[in-house]
């Protein structure tokens, strides 16, 4: 099972959960919008915005989440010491 571990950037600065991925889907992105815009959280504008210029646009499904009563140093959590830029895979 591959999960996803969420850190919430500032004022937070702390990781407060994680889901599991229940499947990703990889669609051209009129295929991928038609297929996902009611559950991704963005209007239809940004959407094409993102994924203007590409062949295929990918989602992630999320599957069973966690939220953590108390949120996590990112270093107890992941054993980083500064969050990744954007994202990073965890052993």
């Known amino acids: 099972m591959q999960r996803v571990v969420i850190y919430a950037s500032s004022p937070i600065q702390r990781v407060i959960g994680e889901f599991s991925i229940a499947a990703v889907h990889s669609l051209p992105p ?11 959280g963005v209007d239809q504008s940004y959407f094409a915005s993102y994924f203007a210029g590409c062949e ?19 270093a107890t959590a992941c054993g980083l010491n500064r969050p990744p830029q954007s994202f990073c895979y965890l052993d």
């Open 30 to 40: 009129e295929e991928l919008w038609r297929r996902t815009h009611q559950y991704a």
């Open 56 to 74: 295929l646009g990918h989602a992630l499904e999320v599957g069973s989440s966690t939220r953590y009563e108390e949120p996590l140093e990112l």
